[in-house]
């Protein structure tokens, strides 16, 4: 590895000498960063956060816009540098990922799609990705699954005390307020440009098959993350507390008629098809809670996760400190 004094040297060199040519008349990508002894150049940072800056100019006012965009590409350039010390990091532990891995997960993914290489590529080919650029990106994404395993995911332990504390707190709402706890998995069948839910029939089967996994003992917010289309994924599904009158008349008629812990029929509404789990309800000063065992892998899961993403960002936060970082945007 280079010296710092060595790296700082080189950064500006590359920046000076991007810049000279670029006056020249001939076009050379820029670099807006360097992390130890790599760097990232304007390209990327305009590839990887090309349609959030699509989605800036198309709805910030006009005179905010380039501000907006300012900021936004310090918020993806953030991303990068730390998705780049992560895989520098799995270089320094000697973490690789073969081609026939991607291979695997490739055939996997076709395969849970009930789809064929063809179909696969038409689809990325509607995005405008390139097969080449998928295979990257999902090798970065194997690569730091990986090193966070290694680093941060093996390190957390979640007790059943802890469990148990959550299920008393946060099953149960502040005193007084009525509402219902949800959780919520759906699936689109209209005008997508993926290959999950292409058809209506291929959407109802999905939620079908979900449905049943959640009913066999899977984690609701684990299989939400993974397979459901709503932005409630995100969450694990969860919707929070919501007050009888701020439901939709068909979600409405579906939690009214469960008890905490139940999971609700697939329901269709539009173009999609959805089903629920209740977790909690009140009304007034009773409170209706699911039973423990009911709950138990969901609050797991929602621990698990808290403390995920506070130990993530303090092991980031570390490698970042430790590196050689120079923002040239």
């Known amino acids: 590895m280079l010296n710092r004094l060595a790296i700082i040297f080189f950064s500006f060199l590359l920046f000076f000498l991007c810049a000279a040519l670029s006056y020249g008349g001939d076009y050379v990508d820029r670099v807006v960063a360097v992390v130890n002894d790599d760097v990232i150049l304007q390209t990327e940072l305009e590839k990887a956060g090309g349609e959030y800056f699509e989605r800036i100019r198309m709805k910030a006012p006009a005179g905010e816009v380039e501000s907006a965009i300012e900021k936004a590409r310090g918020e993806v350039l953030s991303s990068l540098i730390d998705n780049m010390i992560v895989k520098q990091k799995a270089a320094e532990l000697g973490i690789t990922v073969e081609e026939a891995e991607i291979d695997n997960a490739i055939a996997q993914i076709l395969s849970d799609n009930n789809a064929t290489l063809e179909e696969f590529r038409k689809e990325l080919d509607k995005v405008n990705v390139s097969m080449q650029d998928y295979r990257d990106n999902l090798r970065n994404q194997i690569l730091q699954s990986r090193v966070v395993g290694q680093q941060v995911r093996s390190r957390i332990v979640i007790v059943e005390e802890d469990i148990r504390e959550y299920y008393e707190k946060e099953y149960t709402q502040e005193k007084g307020e009525s509402g219902y706890y949800i959780l919520q998995i759906g699936f689109n069948w209209k005008n997508l440009v993926t290959l999950d839910g292409v058809s209506q029939e291929e959407a109802r089967e999905k939620a079908e098959a979900i449905r049943a996994r959640v009913l066999a ?85 929602i621990l698990y996760r808290q403390e995920m993403e506070e130990k993530y960002k303090a092991w980031v936060e570390n490698l970042r400190e430790q590196a050689y970082i120079k923002i040239l945007l």
């Open 217 to 301: 003992g899977e984690s609701f917010g684990e299989l939400a993350r993974s397979y459901s289309d709503f932005p409630s994924a995100t969450d694990g599904g969860n919707l929070g507390l919501i007050k009888k009158d701020e439901m939709a008349a068909y979600m409405r008629d579906a939690i009214l008629s469960m008890h905490p812990g139940d999971i609700s029929p697939i329901i269709e509404t539009g173009s999609t098809f959805q089903f629920f789990k209740l977790l909690s309800s009140r009304e007034g000063d009773l409170v209706v809670k699911a039973p423990y065992e009911s709950v138990k892998v969901e609050i797991r899961d």
